[in-house]
């Protein structure tokens, strides 16, 4: 009975074990006669997609199950910085696919995209979506799979100078000129190579040459060049061209050169040295002199109002253009307000000493530690209107000058002596006149006598009177 029960048992549990591999087998024979769809990446041209350009996918498609499978239908779904081009259709449909294929069966399919021109590098994930059917009659069912690809974004290599910090260089004076580049590009950039140069040579580097060289800019970044620069002394002031090269290193080590072009005027203000001349009868002249390198067109001198002196007449007068190194004289009618004083005051009443309105003589007092303001207002090469303030020191020696009176016109120091040197001339020509008359008298009686007898010279006549 023991026997019995412990056979049982055995029995028993080998049935269990038999049922279980037949389940499992037919688990697995299930798996073997089902469809299964393979979807693959196998081409991606370029290798790295550009921004702002296409890209072309090749996808495979395969049956690798027991089943075969038909109205396939292959969709690429877009995310940034990919998008869809107009007539390029991103569905792709294949009829029918038989089972077991091997790799190089199966439906190919092509794919174009268009890459976003501000897309930065890096790796992006795209999904590929396929359904299809499998099965036929009342078995049949649709089945969908889902491939995530990856594709390479090559950034854009692009820079370009943004700015360029003077547009405004002086004459024979070392200036500093700055290039700012920018990387505008989606993609770092290394090995940058930047040099300009001016045709007609006037601007030229001074201490290096006119070559810089970056290591590496990545993508947004700014980079700062500086020269130091001078423009030639005879150089005619005007705009001049600066042709820029730029060239750097894209991502495959090729070469590639970006040309541009700049303007930068040469020439612009210039100085004055201003220098008492002389003084004369209440009028004072000032030299003027254009120290600076560049030329001053429509220069105006002018005295403007001021606290010690006044003008009388015209405060002003043009005296024209002025070459760098010329000069010119102006003069002007001044006095003194400091040295017109009045008393005011009753009758045996201390009186009280006030500036006169009317202006007084100029004297080494008045003029001692007060100098005369003196504005200069000229025209530059760039068409600007540019104001110079100047003081001058005057240098009255003697007691004073006296103003001359209102409403006569202006006469310089050696006019004012005209007349008296025109009659010295005067006197002088009559004086020779009279004397070459009266050789000339003297040479006709000497001819007279030599033909006369002794008596006749003596008497001037043949007989004496008696």
């Known amino acids: 009975m023991k026997t019995f029960s412990l056979l049982t048992l055995i029995l028993l549990f080998s049935a ?32 790295s997609a550009r921004p702002g350009e296409p890209v072309e996918l090749t996808v495979s498609v395969q ?124 993609s770092s950039l290394k090995n940058m190579v930047v040099s300009w140069k001016d045709p007609k040579g006037v601007i030229l580097p001074v201490y290096s040459d006119n ?66 001349s002389e003084s004369d009868a209440g009028e004072i002249s000032l030299s003027v002199a254009n120290v600076g390198n560049n030329i001053a067109y429509s220069v105006k001198v002018s005295v403007p109002k001021q606290d010690n002196y006044k003008v009388s007449g015209s405060s002003s007068t043009i005296v024209g253009n002025l070459e760098k190194g010329d000069y010119t004289i102006a003069s002007f009618d001044v006095t003194s307000v400091q040295g017109a004083a009045v008393v005011e005051g009753g009758s045996g009443a201390p009186g009280t000493a006030k500036a006169s309105a009317e202006g007084g003589n100029l004297t080494a007092a008045s003029v001692e530690g007060n100098p005369l303001k003196v504005q200069i207002e000229y025209t530059d090469a760039k068409g600007e209107r540019i104001t110079v303030d100047k003081e001058v020191e005057l240098e009255i020696t003697g007691g004073s000058m006296t103003a001359q009176a209102g409403g006569q016109g202006k006469r310089n120091g050696v006019s004012s002596y005209l007349p008296y040197i025109a009659v010295i001339v005067l006197a002088g020509g009559v004086f020779v006149y009279r004397k070459k008359i009266q050789e000339k008298i003297l040479v006709k009686r000497e001819k007279k006598s030599g033909d006369k007898k002794p008596e006749e010279q003596k008497y001037g006549c043949k007989t004496p009177r008696d």
């Open 16 to 47: 269990f074990i038999c049922l279980g591999a037949g389940t499992a087998l037919g688990a697995s024979n299930g798996n073997i006669n089902s469809s299964s769809m393979q979807v693959n990446l196998t081409n991606q041209n370029p290798d």
């Open 63 to 186: 049956n690798v199950g027991t089943k075969d499978i038909k109205d396939i239908t292959v969709t690429v779904n877009p995310e940034y910085p990919f998008t869809e081009i107009s007539g390029q259709s991103l569905v792709k449909k294949v009829s029918y696919l038989n089972a077991r294929q091997d790799d190089n069966e199966g439906g190919v399919l092509k794919f174009k995209l268009m890459t976003d021109p501000n897309a930065s590098a890096g790796t992006y994930d795209i999904d590929i979506v396929t359904t299809y059917k499998s099965g036929s009659g009342s078995s049949s069912s649709t089945m969908t799979t889902t491939k995530t690809i990856q594709l390479d974004v090559r950034g854009k290599e692009y820079a370009q100078i943004v700015t360029i910090d003077k547009a405004n260089i002086d004459i024979a004076k070392q200036e500093t000129l700055e290039f700012i580049i920018t990387n505008t590009g989606t």
């Open 211 to 276: 070559t810089k060289y970056i290591k590496y800019l990545d993508a947004g970044e700014s980079v700062t060049v500086v020269y130091n620069v001078m423009a030639d002394v005879n150089a005619d002031p005007g705009l001049y061209t600066l042709d820029i090269n730029l060239t750097l290193e894209d991502y495959e080590s090729n070469e590639k050169i970006i040309q541009t072009t700049a303007g930068v005027f040469v020439g612009g203000e210039t100085d004055f040295d201003v220098a008492f």
